[in-house]
């Protein structure tokens, strides 16, 4: 019996009609589709009008789950793999699940259907170069915090990382701190209601959010170092 296949489709990070004709056919087709947070995707299906069996796949999912989803691959399914947002496998679990595939059926067929990305979104209106840069996910919270920083700071590309609406005032005041007056651009809730782009030095930036709202999701992007 032949392998099935792996579809990674990505998903709207805010906008519904960022949803790609070829990824709505995908999920419309498929036998089963991995998700993050069942609720999440269940909202994004309704608004496609398509009904299909979900599978939970989030980050503390066991071998257990692993094993069910090999299975069903071996047997000659195909599968979507979403996540809550975006590209799956960018700062989120996706990328773990694809790993397994890879290593335990190599004859699966995985195949992205690109779409929305927040890190690629961002970098498209920095206004930076971007024939050169380099995607450092979240800054821990933690142990290698103070490193992570330090490391961005001496990158000689432009810089794209994520952070969340709990520590953007903390992760601000730390980058202010390593890099000074470099420019920047953050851009919260994009595609969204309050979608905002702020441009400036970090200060600059820091006072302007804190004028409008620290809340939504972000993402920061730091000029280079030369
Ligand atoms: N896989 C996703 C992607 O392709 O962008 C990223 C998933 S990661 C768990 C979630 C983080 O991405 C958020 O905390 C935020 O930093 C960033 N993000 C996602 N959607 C966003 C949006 N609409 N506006 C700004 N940042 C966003």
Redo the contacts with the bound molecule.
């Keep these: 019996m032949s392998h099935g296949s792996l579809y990674v489709v ?1 998903t709207p ?2 906008n519904l009609s960022d949803v790609t004709a070829r990824s709505k056919e995908i999920l419309s087709t498929v036998d089963a589709i991995l998700c993050e947070d069942t609720r999440v995707t269940s909202k994004l299906l309704a608004s496609l009008a398509i009904k299909k069996t979900l599978i939970a796949y989030h980050q503390h999912s066991d071998d257990v789950r692993v094993d069910e989803i090999l299975a069903r691959l071996a047997k000659g399914q195909s599968l979507a793999l979403v ?10 679990p ?1 990328g773990k699940l694809v790993h397994s595939i890879v290593i335990g059926l190599p004859d699966v067929a995985i195949i992205p259907i690109p779409g ?4 690629i ?2 970098l498209s209106v920095s206004g930076f170069p971007t024939d050169r840069f380099v995607f450092l996910g ?1 800054p821990p919270h933690k142990k290698g915090r103070m490193t992570y920083f330090k490391e961005l700071a001496e990158r000689e590309e432009t810089v794209v990382f ?3 609406t709990h520590r953007i005032e903390k992760t601000l005041a730390e980058l202010e701190a390593r890099i000074g007056d470099r420019q920047v651009v953050v ?6 209601l309050h ?1 905002t782009t702020y441009r400036g030095t970090v200060a600059e930036v820091t006072a302007a959010l804190k004028a409008t709202s620290i809340r ?4 920061i992007v730091c000029k280079n170092s030369t």
């Design positions: 990505a990070i805010g996540t809550d947002a975006g590209t799956p496998g960018i700062s989120d996706g929305p990305c927040a890190a979104a961002a979240f994520y952070e969340s851009c919260r809730e994009l595609t969204k979608e939504g999701e972000f993402v």
